[in-house]
C-alpha cells in the first residue's frame, strides 16, 4: 500500500519560505503529525490539519531571510575575496577581459557624452521649450533670420518694428534679435579693435540693439558690471570672459576694466561688463556683444519666447494673419510663403534653411554613432560571456565542491554572477582615466567642446557604474545559469565535457556569428566613406583648386590697389576678385526667357571678375568680348543653359543672344518687369557648392573690373608658401589697414564642405578598428580555451599520426564557417546601409559587393592568425604530457 | 533565575519527562494527553527554539523514521540549567503552599 502523502502543493510552500535549517524537523514533524492523523481522524481530516500547521508555521520564526540577513554581511565578504582571488588567478583570461571592457566602454562613454553634448543643444536656455526662432519662406527656401523693411537701409527703430510687433501679442513674453559677424547676414571677416594704444583682432561680434531682451531670452551670467546698467545704453560692449582674458590677461578681473574705451572700426565703445562665455552647445555664440542702435545688417536672427497658454501653431496663424502690419505688402508678394517658427531646441537639427549660425547636426549620423556605440557594447557583452564561459570551465570541479558542501543553485550563481560584476567594477577606475585623456583628442576630431567635468559628473558616474554592472549581470547570467543547474556529478570527471547543446548552433557559435557580422558590417560601411571621400575630393570640379589662397578685402578700389602690389611678387601667377568656389548656399532667384512663360526659381547669381575667372581657369569663350573691351558680359552655366533651352525647345547654344528675364515678378520703370540681360555666352558647369547638390543654375555677370569686391584670391607657383604668405600680408597691409588679413586655402575651404562627412568617417573608421580589436581578443580568447578543453583530442590525434598544420585546420574550418555566415549576412545590410548614406550625395560612388567581400576577407586573414597563435601551443605539445594528465 | 512563563515551564517539565524522545510532534502530543487541549505543532517549535536558546535544553538530530518520510527528528533533552531551574521553580512553588495551613 501507498503511503499517504499530505497535500504536496502545502509541503511545497512550507519549502519556499521555510529556512533550510529548520526545515527538515519541521516538514518531518508535520508528516508524522499527518501519518498519526490520517490513522485515527481519516484522511481529510488529516490533510485540512496539514495545511492549517503549514500556515501556522508561516510566521518569522521559519522565515528564511530572517536567518540569512544574519548571515548576509560575512558570506559577502566570502564571496568578494573568493571573487578577488579568482580573478587574479586567471591573469591571462582577466587582462583579455578587463583590456576589452576598459577601451570598449571608453569609447562608449564618449559616444555617450558626445551624443548628450549634440542633444541638449541650446537646452541649458530657460524656457527653451517654449523659445521659438521666426524664419521667413521665400521663394523655395526658408531664411533663418527675418529681414528689416528697409533691408541694409534700416535705421534702428525700423529694424526693431518687428520686435515692437511681436511684443504686443499678449501671447508672446519675449522677443529679441541679434545678429553675430560669423554669419552669412553678419558680413564674417575679421575687426581690429583698439584699446590703450594696443591693436587686437576681434572674431564675432554679437550686434544688438535690444540688450535688455537679449538678456531676458538669453540670460548671460555676469561676471562684472551690472546687467541693468550695461544693456541700458548703446554703444556699450559686454565682454566674454576669454575675450576679457586675452585682451587684459588672467587678472583681468582685478583690473579696472569697466568704462574702458575700445574703438572698432573707428567708433568709440565703452566696456560696461564682462560675462561667461556663452556655452559651446549653444546655437549661437560671440567674443563680445555690441550694443548699438543700428545693426550693420539687413536682417536679424529674431527669436519669442510664448507664455504657458498658447499654442505656438495658432500665434504663427495669427502672426501670419497679421503679417501687412509689419511687413507692408508681404502677402502680395508671390514669392513670399509665410513666416515659420523653429523651436530652439531643433535648431541645431534643421539643415535645409539658409544662413544657419553654426554647422547643424545630422540626425543619422547621431543614431550611426549611437548604434555604433551598441554594436561595441555587444561585442564587449558576447566577449566577457564567452571569456567568462570559458573562465569557469576550469572551475567545474570547485564549483561541484560547493555543492558538495551544501551550497545550492542559487548561491553558485551568485557567487559567479559577482566575479563577473567585480571585474566589471574593477575596470571603472581605469575606463575614467583613459576617457579623460582621449576626451581632448575627441572633441578636437569631433569639433566638439564637452569639458572634462562632464564626465566627473554624478550623472554620468551613476550611470556608468550602472552600465559596468549591467555588463557584468548580461555577461556573468549565461556561465552563472549554466553551471550552476548543472548536476553535481557532471561537474567532476566524464559529464564535465557534455555538451549543453549541438555542437555548432550553440550559444557561443551564435554569438561569434553575430560579432563577426558587426564587424565585417562595419568595416564594409567605413570603407565605402572613405571611397566617397576620395571619390569627392578627387573629383573634377571644373576649376583649378590647387595653390589657391582667399581672403577678404574691402571694396573694388583696395583691390585694384593691392592687384597691382601682388603683381610684383613673381610667385603670384593670377589675382581674382569675388566668385571663390565653395560657399553654403545662398539666397536663389526667379529666372525665365522673354519669350516662353515658364519661370524656373532656382537661379543663383553671381558676380566675378574677368581675373577671376583666369585665375580658377574657368572655359569661358564668351569672355574674349571683355577682352574686347565690354564692361561686362552675362553668361548661365550649361545647367541653366540645358534647362532654359528645354522649355523653349532649342539647343542650349541656340539662348546665346536671346534675353533672359531675371525676377520677372519685379515690377519697376526700367524693363517694366524684372532685369533684362542678354545672354552673351554658356559656360561649363563648374561646382560652385557642395558635391551634395546636384549643379545649380549659375546667372553669372562677369566683369572686366569688378565694381565691388569683398573677397580676392591668389593663385601663385611657389615652393614656400609661408614666404609667399608673407609677402602678399605685406602688401595686404600697406593697403588695408582697418581689417586683419585672414589668408586660407581654396582647398581647405571645400574640403571643410565635407567636414562632418570625414569626421563621422574617421570616427567610424576609429570605432570599427576598436570593435574588430575587441572581436578579435574574445576570438583568441575563446580559441585559448577550445584548445584547452581540447587538448586529449588533439594529443590523440597526435598520436595517431596527425600533423600541426591538420590539427590547427579543424579549428579554422569551424570559424571559418561562421565567419563565411556572417559575410552572407553582412553584404545585403551594408549595401543597403551604404547606398542609403549615398542618397545625401548628389555626386557619389556606387556600393560595390567586393567592398564587402574583401572586409570579409580581411577579417579572415585576421581570424587565421589569431587562432593559429592561439591553438599552436596546443596543438605543439608533446602528445604525451597531455595523455598523462588525470582528467 | 530564569523568567518563565506557564507554557514554557509545561513544556520544560514536558521534555524533562519524555526523557530522550522530545520531540516537534511528540512534546504536542504529550501535551495533548497530560493538559487535555491541543497545541500546534509550530507553537511547540517556537517555544522549544526558545528554551534552547535560554539555555534550559539542547538538541541534536536524529532518529529517522519512515512515518516522518525519512527525515531525522530534532530530540530535545534538558540540561543541567533546565534542570535546575524547574527544581527552583518548584521549590519555590512549595513554599508557597507551605504556608497555606488549610491544606497541609
Known amino acids: 500500500m501507498n503511503k499517504p502523502q499530505p497535500p504536496r502543493w502545502a509541503s511545497r510552500f512550507l519549502d519556499w519560505f521555510c529556512d533550510e535549517a529548520l526545515l527538515e524537523e519541521i516538514q518531518g514533524d508535520l508528516e508524522e503529525a499527518f501519518y498519526h492523523r490520517y490513522q485515527s481522524l481519516g484522511p481529510q481530516q488529516a490533510r485540512q490539519q496539514y495545511i492549517t500547521d503549514v500556515f501556522t508555521f508561516f510566521k518569522p520564526y521559519a522565515f528564511e531571510k530572517y536567518s540569512r540577513v544574519k548571515q548576509f554581511v560575512p558570506m559577502l565578504d566570502h564571496r568578494i575575496k573568493i571573487a578577488l582571488r579568482n580573478i587574479l588567478h586567471h591573469k591571462r583570461f582577466t587582462f583579455i577581459n578587463a583590456v576589452g571592457l576598459i577601451v570598449g566602454v571608453s569609447a562608449i562613454v564618449l559616444i555617450s557624452l558626445y551624443l548628450n553634448y549634440e542633444y541638449t543643444f541650446d537646452k541649458m536656455v530657460p524656457k527653451y521649450e517654449r523659445t521659438y526662432r521666426l524664419v521667413n519662406h521665400y521663394r523655395d527656401q526658408v531664411y533663418t533670420c527675418m529681414k528689416f523693411p528697409g533691408y541694409y537701409n534700416s535705421e534702428g527703430d525700423d529694424q526693431m518694428n518687428l520686435l515692437r510687433h511681436l511684443k504686443n501679442y499678449p501671447a508672446v513674453e519675449k522677443a529679441c534679435h541679434f545678429v553675430p559677424t560669423q554669419t552669412a547676414i553678419?558680413?564674417?571677416?575679421?575687426?581690429?579693435?583698439?584699446?590703450?594704444?594696443?591693436?587686437?583682432?576681434?572674431?564675432?561680434?554679437?550686434?544688438?540693439?535690444?540688450?535688455?531682451?537679449?538678456?531676458?531670452?538669453f540670460p548671460q551670467r555676469f561676471l562684472l558690471g551690472d546687467p541693468g546698467d550695461a544693456l541700458a545704453d548703446y554703444s556699450s560692449l559686454i565682454l566674454s570672459e576669454s575675450l576679457s582674458e586675452r585682451w587684459f590677461g588672467e587678472d583681468w578681473a582685478k583690473r579696472r576694466i569697466l568704462g574702458k574705451e575700445v574703438r572698432i572700426m573707428d567708433e568709440p565703445f565703452i566696456i560696461k561688463a564682462v560675462v561667461e562665455d556663452a556655452p559651446a552647445n549653444s546655437h549661437f555664440d560671440f567674443e563680445l556683444i555690441l550694443l548699438q542702435k543700428d545693426i550693420p545688417s539687413w536682417a536679424a536672427y529674431t527669436y519669442i519666447q510664448l507664455d504657458e497658454k498658447n499654442d505656438i501653431e495658432q500665434f504663427m496663424q495669427q502672426l501670419n494673419a497679421d503679417v501687412d502690419l509689419f511687413y507692408p505688402g508681404y502677402t502680395e508678394d508671390v514669392l513670399s510663403k509665410g513666416i515659420q517658427a523653429v523651436s530652439l531646441a531643433d535648431i541645431h537639427f534643421t539643415d535645409d534653411m539658409l544662413y544657419e549660425i553654426k554647422e547643424v547636426a545630422n540626425k543619422n549620423y547621431l543614431s550611426t554613432f549611437a548604434i555604433v556605440a551598441l554594436i561595441i557594447l555587444l561585442i564587449i557583452w558576447t566577449n566577457y560571456t564567452n571569456l567568462s564561459v570559458a573562465m569557469y570551465a576550469d572551475r567545474q570541479r570547485e564549483i561541484g565542491m560547493r555543492k558538495v558542501l551544501g551550497a545550492r543553485s542559487q548561491d553558485v550563481a551568485g557567487q559567479l554572477l559577482l566575479e563577473a560584476v567585480a571585474l566589471a567594477l574593477l575596470c571603472l577606475p581605469f575606463i575614467l582615466?583613459?576617457?579623460?585623456?582621449?576626451?581632448?583628442?575627441?572633441?578636437?576630431?569631433?569639433?566638439?567642446?564637452?569639458?572634462?567635468?562632464?564626465?566627473?559628473?554624478?550623472?554620468?558616474?551613476?550611470?556608468?557604474?550602472?552600465?559596468?554592472?549591467?555588463?557584468?549581470?548580461?555577461?556573468?547570467?549565461?556561465?552563472?545559469?549554466?553551471?550552476?543547474?548543472?548536476?553535481?556529478?557532471?561537474?567532476f570527471g566524464q559529464g564535465a565535457e557534455k555538451r549543453l547543446v549541438s555542437r555548432y548552433f550553440n550559444f557561443r557559435n551564435g554569438l561569434i556569428t553575430l560579432q563577426f557580422f558587426l564587424v565585417v558590417g562595419l568595416l564594409s560601411m567605413t570603407y565605402f566613406i572613405y571611397q566617397q571621400m576620395q571619390f569627392i575630393q578627387q573629383r573634377?570640379?571644373?576649376?583649378?583648386?590647387?595653390?589657391?589662397?582667399?581672403?577678404?578685402?574691402?571694396?573694388?578700389?583696395?583691390?585694384?590697389?593691392?592687384?597691382?602690389?601682388?603683381?610684383?611678387?613673381?610667385?603670384?601667377?593670377?589675382?581674382?576678385?569675388?566668385?571663390?568656389?565653395?560657399?553654403?548656399?545662398?539666397?536663389?532667384?526667379?529666372?525665365?526667357?522673354?519669350?516662353?512663360?515658364?519661370?524656373?526659381?532656382?537661379?543663383?547669381?553671381?558676380?566675378?571678375?574677368?581675373?577671376?575667372?583666369?585665375?580658377?581657369?574657368?572655359?569661358?569663350?564668351?569672355?574674349?568680348?571683355?577682352?574686347?573691351?565690354?564692361?561686362?558680359?552675362?553668361?548661365?552655366?550649361?545647367?541653366?543653359?540645358?534647362?532654359?533651352?528645354?522649355?523653349?525647345?532649342?539647343?542650349?547654344?541656340?539662348?546665346?543672344?536671346?534675353?533672359?528675364?531675371?525676377?520677372?515678378?519685379?515690377?519697376?520703370?526700367?524693363?517694366?518687369?524684372?532685369?533684362?540681360?542678354?545672354?552673351?555666352?554658356?559656360?561649363?558647369?563648374?561646382?560652385?557648392?557642395?558635391?551634395?547638390?546636384?549643379?545649380?543654375?549659375?546667372?553669372?555677370?562677369?566683369?572686366?573690373?569688378?565694381?565691388?569686391?569683398?573677397?580676392?584670391?591668389?593663385?601663385?607657383?611657389?615652393?614656400?608658401?609661408?614666404?609667399?604668405?608673407?609677402d602678399v600680408k605685406s602688401a595686404y597691409s600697406s593697403v588695408e589697414t582697418e581689417r586683419p588679413f585672414v589668408p586660407n586655402f581654396l582647398e581647405d575651404r571645400l574640403n571643410q564642405l565635407y567636414e562632418s562627412e570625414a569626421r563621422s568617417g574617421k570616427l567610424l573608421a576609429i570605432l570599427g578598428i576598436i570593435a574588430i580589436v575587441l572581436a578579435m581578443m574574445g576570438l583568441a580568447g575563446v580559441v585559448a580555451f577550445l584548445a584547452y578543453r581540447r587538448q586529449k583530442e588533439i594529443g590523440i590525434r597526435k598520436v595517431l599520426g596527425a600533423s600541426v598544420g591538420s590539427i590547427l585546420l579543424r579549428f579554422q574550418q569551424e570559424f571559418g564557417l561562421l565567419l563565411l555566415l556572417a559575410v552572407v549576412l553582412a553584404i545585403p545590410i551594408s549595401l543597403l546601409l551604404a547606398s542609403r548614406w549615398l542618397t545625401g550625395f548628389a555626386y557619389h560612388i556606387q556600393p560595390q559587393i567586393w567592398v564587402v567581400l574583401g572586409a570579409g576577407l580581411a577579417v579572415l586573414i585576421l581570424v587565421v592568425i589569431v587562432i593559429s597563435v592561439q591553438a599552436h601551443r596546443a596543438a605543439s605539445r608533446p602528445p604525451m604530457e597531455v595523455l598523462r594528465v588525470n582528467g | 533565575?530564569?523568567?518563565?512563563?506557564?507554557?514554557?515551564?509545561?513544556?520544560?517539565?514536558?521534555?524533562?519527562?519524555?526523557?530522550?524522545?522530545?520531540?516537534?510532534?511528540?512534546?504536542?502530543?504529550?501535551?495533548?494527553?497530560?493538559?487535555?487541549?491541543?497545541?500546534?505543532?509550530?507553537?511547540?517549535?517556537?517555544?522549544?527554539?526558545?528554551?534552547?536558546?535560554?539555555?534550559?535544553?539542547?538538541?541534536?538530530?536524529?532518529?529517522?523514521?519512515?512515518?516522518?518520510?525519512?527525515?531525522?527528528?530534532?530530540?530535545?533533552?534538558?540540561?543541567?540549567?533546565?534542570?535546575?531551574?524547574?527544581?527552583?521553580?518548584?521549590?519555590?512553588?512549595?513554599?508557597?503552599?507551605?504556608?497555606?495551613?488549610?491544606l497541609s
Request: proline share 3%; charged share 25%; net charge negative.
Open chain 1, 186 to 217: 553678419g558680413g564674417g571677416g575679421r575687426f581690429f579693435a583698439n584699446l590703450d594704444e594696443q591693436q587686437f583682432e576681434l572674431e564675432n561680434i554679437l550686434f544688438t540693439n535690444t540688450g535688455t531682451d537679449l538678456h531676458d531670452l
Open chain 1, 433 to 491: 582615466t583613459l576617457t579623460s585623456f582621449a576626451l581632448p583628442a575627441f572633441n578636437e576630431l569631433m569639433g566638439s567642446k564637452i569639458p572634462t567635468g562632464q564626465l566627473f559628473s554624478i550623472s554620468s558616474l551613476l550611470l556608468l557604474t550602472l552600465l559596468l554592472m549591467l555588463t557584468g549581470l548580461i555577461s556573468g547570467l549565461y556561465p552563472a545559469l549554466v553551471y550552476s543547474w548543472r548536476k553535481t556529478l557532471h561537474l
Open chain 1, 540 to 726: 573634377d570640379l571644373g576649376f583649378t583648386k590647387e595653390d589657391v589662397l582667399y581672403f577678404e578685402i574691402d571694396g573694388a578700389e583696395k583691390y585694384e590697389q593691392l592687384k597691382t602690389q601682388l603683381g610684383a611678387i613673381p610667385e603670384v601667377q593670377a589675382v581674382g576678385a569675388g566668385g571663390v568656389p565653395g560657399s553654403d548656399m545662398y539666397n536663389q532667384l526667379t529666372y525665365k526667357m522673354k519669350d516662353t512663360e515658364v519661370t524656373l526659381s532656382d537661379g543663383t547669381q553671381q558676380y566675378i571678375g574677368l581675373d577671376a575667372v583666369r585665375t580658377l581657369a574657368l572655359d569661358c569663350p564668351a569672355c574674349e568680348k571683355l577682352e574686347a573691351g565690354k564692361e561686362r558680359i552675362f553668361v548661365i552655366n550649361r545647367t541653366a543653359a540645358e534647362k532654359l533651352a528645354k522649355i523653349k525647345g532649342v539647343a542650349p547654344e541656340e539662348l546665346i543672344g536671346d534675353i533672359l528675364v531675371t525676377e520677372p515678378e519685379w515690377e519697376n520703370e526700367e524693363y517694366g518687369y524684372g532685369v533684362h540681360e542678354t545672354i552673351d555666352g554658356i559656360i561649363d558647369d563648374y561646382k560652385y557648392f557642395s558635391l551634395k547638390y546636384p549643379n545649380q543654375s549659375l546667372l553669372i555677370s562677369i566683369y572686366r573690373q569688378s565694381p565691388w569686391v569683398y573677397e580676392m584670391m591668389v593663385r601663385a607657383n611657389t615652393q614656400d608658401w609661408s614666404e609667399t604668405i608673407k
Open chain 2, 1 to 102: 533565575m530564569h523568567s518563565l512563563g506557564t507554557l514554557e515551564e509545561t513544556i520544560l517539565l514536558l521534555v524533562l519527562a519524555m526523557n530522550e524522545d522530545a520531540y516537534g510532534f511528540s512534546v504536542s502530543e504529550a501535551y495533548r494527553e497530560h493538559m487535555g487541549k491541543t497545541i500546534s505543532i509550530s507553537a511547540v517549535h517556537t517555544v522549544l527554539s526558545r528554551l534552547e536558546k535560554k539555555g534550559l535544553i539542547s538538541s541534536q538530530l536524529g532518529g529517522a523514521t519512515s512515518e516522518r518520510g525519512g527525515r531525522r527528528k530534532r530530540i530535545f533533552t534538558v540540561t543541567g540549567v533546565g534542570e535546575q531551574a524547574l527544581a527552583e521553580i518548584k521549590a519555590s512553588r512549595q513554599k508557597l503552599w507551605s504556608r497555606i495551613p488549610r
